[in-house]
């Protein structure tokens, strides 16, 4: 069990009656994220995690790692520095390059902070090529920091000039195989979307810079997305207003329209041989003649994916956390320092906490042990947090039985320990359901109209 007054928690405390005056716009969970002390600005576009959000963003890599590897994904690390001339090769260097931080080193030859790692997965490849058919279809991710000069940043980790993504390459024989490829992958992505239990859309999207031939983007709707989506409510047909900007439906000409905003936080692509060509990844066929390896790509922003989930559960005053990426499951708050009740309490929240390894992870357990606070004041902390569950321990006794308060978003309870703990079993039990979800129980719903948003919506 952690301990409050252990972490590192720069919280803001702005002075009572205090003006403030904003010089940009920002966003609910920039705001949030800065105001509880989770998340600290550096410098423009780039932002330091503290340990509270350290553990969200954990549990959200792992949580990722985990789908990824279902399908096959073998996790690596390639450098954050990529040589230009991988680019040139692939003829992206040639592009807009606005957005790219470009460096020497001390010997002239350049290098980029690279916003992405085709060129440098595909190099891998091709240096080692030709590969067998045998080893296909080759999977391969990594997850850490990515770098855009963005021209404004805004909105703290959801447009941001440092961020964290996993990044996922595959390599197959064909095109029917990559297309086979990106539907697993695909599958995956709904899969961890749905665990997430944050509303999203999937949509049709532009190749971009990326190049390719199919293209898609997970969106989670809310009215700070920058990017515009358009949805038709007849056939359940989707995509980025990019590709898409017209007054009937693409697919089955209705003018039953509507338009909602969205911020992207994944993307897939089928790539083809766009880089495999231009770098010569290569394999030998069955018939021992090499051809082109034929690629996709597929990212998942984590950075964004937090701050945007923020975004849209949390309310203005209070962050909300998926179940999954919440910091800790459980918070409790006992009696404070010299209060009459004070002797009990710890009685009481010694013999609970005691029970509590045997229907939780103790990990998910912080005790706010700052009793020099109010129990109001730590309770008032604690529900801006998000905890799902917060229980305070206040000595209070009901004809002689030893009663908690179990505060969930939806519920206060006053009740006896051992319906508490019966309580915070039932969520343990919950999360691990959800935690458990496999693909295969989404495989029936994944042509079900744009509103798949909820697990609970597309039976």
Same mark, same amino acid.
């Given at each position: 069990?952690?301990?409050?007054?252990?972490?590192?928690?720069?919280?803001? %405390?702005?002075?009572?009656?205090?003006?403030?005056?904003?010089?940009?716009?920002?966003?609910?969970?920039?705001?949030?994220?800065?105001?509880?002390?989770?998340?600290?600005?550096?410098?423009?576009?780039?932002?330091?995690?503290?340990?509270?959000?350290?553990?969200?963003?954990?549990?959200?890599?792992?949580?990722?790692?985990?789908?990824?590897?279902?399908?096959?994904?073998?996790?690596?690390?390639?450098?954050?520095?990529?040589?230009?001339?991988?680019?040139?090769?692939?003829?992206?260097?040639?592009?807009?390059?606005?957005?790219?931080?470009?460096?020497?080193?001390?010997?002239?030859?350049?290098?980029?902070?690279?916003?992405?790692?085709?060129?440098?997965?595909?190099?891998?490849?091709?240096?080692?090529?030709?590969?067998?058919?045998?080893?296909?279809?080759?999977?391969?991710?990594?997850?850490?920091?990515?770098?855009?000069?963005?021209?404004?940043?805004?909105?703290?980790?959801?447009?941001?000039?440092?961020?964290?993504?996993?990044?996922?390459?595959?390599?197959?024989?064909? %095109?029917?195989?990559?297309?086979?490829?990106?539907?697993?992958?695909?599958?995956?992505?709904?899969?961890?979307?749905?665990?997430?239990? %944050?509303?999203?859309?999937?949509?049709?999207?532009?190749?971009?810079?990326?190049?390719?031939?199919?293209?898609?983007?997970?969106?989670?709707?809310?009215?700070?997305?920058?990017?515009?989506?358009?949805?038709?409510?007849?056939?359940?047909?989707?995509?980025?207003?990019?590709?898409?900007?017209?007054?009937?439906?693409?697919?089955?000409?209705?003018?039953?329209?509507?338009? %909602?905003?969205?911020?992207?936080?994944?993307?897939?692509?089928?790539?083809?041989?766009?880089? &495999?060509?231009?770098?010569?990844?290569?394999?030998?066929?069955?018939?021992?003649?090499?051809?082109?390896?034929?690629?996709?790509?597929?990212?998942?922003?984590?950075?964004?994916?937090?701050?945007?989930?923020?975004?849209?559960?949390?309310?203005?005053?209070?962050?909300?956390?998926?179940?999954?990426?919440?910091?800790?499951?459980?918070?409790?708050?006992?009696?404070?320092?010299?209060?009459?009740?004070?002797?009990?309490?710890?009685?009481?929240?010694?013999?609970?906490?005691? &029970?509590?390894?045997?229907?939780?992870?103790?990990?998910?357990?912080?005790?706010?042990?700052?009793?020099?606070?109010?129990?109001?004041?730590?309770?008032?902390?604690?529900?801006?947090?998000?905890?799902?569950?917060?229980?305070?321990?206040?000595?209070?006794?009901?004809?002689?039985?030893?009663?908690?308060?179990?505060?969930?978003?939806?519920?206060?309870?006053?009740?006896?320990?051992?319906?508490?703990?019966?309580?915070?079993?039932?969520?343990?039990?919950?999360?691990?359901?959800?935690?458990?979800?496999?693909?295969?129980?989404?495989?029936?719903?994944?042509?079900?109209?744009?509103?798949?948003?909820?697990?609970?919506?597309?039976?």
């Amino acid at each position: 069990m952690e301990r409050l007054s252990r972490l590192f928690w720069p919280v803001i %405390v702005s002075p009572k009656n205090a003006v403030i005056k904003n010089v940009e716009a920002i966003s609910r969970s920039q705001k949030l994220l800065a105001e509880m002390g989770l998340v600290k600005p550096a410098h423009n576009g780039t932002f330091q995690l503290m340990p509270l959000a350290q553990r969200v963003f954990d549990k959200c890599t792992k949580l990722v790692s985990r789908r990824m590897s279902a399908v096959g994904g073998q996790q690596i690390l390639m450098p954050i520095l990529t040589s230009s001339e991988h680019w040139k090769k692939s003829g992206r260097l040639d592009g807009d390059i606005t957005e790219f931080y470009l460096l020497h080193d001390r010997h002239g030859k350049q290098f980029l902070l690279s916003p992405t790692h085709e060129e440098a997965v595909t190099a891998l490849i091709a240096s080692i090529s030709p590969i067998s058919y045998r080893q296909l279809p080759l999977r391969l991710f990594q997850i850490g920091p990515k770098f855009r000069d963005e021209l404004k940043s805004r909105f703290g980790l959801i447009r941001a000039k440092e961020f964290i993504m996993k990044d996922l390459y595959t390599f197959d024989r064909d %095109v029917q195989l990559s297309l086979q490829t990106y539907n697993e992958v695909n599958a995956a992505y709904d899969t961890l979307f749905r665990q997430l239990e %944050v509303p999203f859309v999937k949509v049709e999207a532009a190749t971009g810079m990326m190049g390719g031939s199919v293209s898609h983007e997970y969106h989670y709707i809310t009215p700070t997305g920058e990017d515009q989506l358009m949805l038709c409510d007849n056939c359940g047909f989707a995509a980025n207003v990019e590709i898409c900007n017209a007054e009937i439906c693409r697919r089955c000409k209705s003018a039953s329209l509507q338009y %909602v905003r969205g911020i992207e936080v994944a993307h897939t692509f089928v790539l083809k041989d766009k880089y &495999s060509r231009p770098l010569k990844a290569t394999f030998l066929q069955d018939n021992g003649k090499p051809e082109y390896l034929v690629m996709g790509c597929y990212g998942i922003g984590i950075s964004r994916l937090v701050a945007a989930a923020v975004e849209v559960l949390s309310t203005e005053k209070e962050l909300r956390w998926p179940k999954l990426l919440a910091p800790f499951d459980i918070c409790i708050i006992d009696a404070k320092q010299g209060s009459k009740e004070e002797e009990m309490a710890n009685k009481i929240k010694n013999d609970f906490c005691g &029970s509590l390894g045997k229907v939780c992870s103790i990990e998910e357990v912080l005790i706010d042990d700052r009793n020099h606070l109010t129990i109001g004041k730590r309770l008032l902390d604690a529900k801006r947090m998000g905890y799902p569950i917060i229980v305070i321990i206040s000595g209070k006794i009901v004809d002689g039985t030893a009663r908690v308060e179990l505060h969930m978003p939806h519920a206060s309870l006053q009740i006896e320990q051992s319906e508490a703990l019966s309580e915070i079993a039932k969520y343990t039990k919950a999360k691990s359901k959800l935690l458990n979800i496999s693909a295969l129980g989404f495989n029936a719903r994944l042509n079900c109209k744009y509103r798949v948003i909820w697990m609970t919506t597309c039976s």
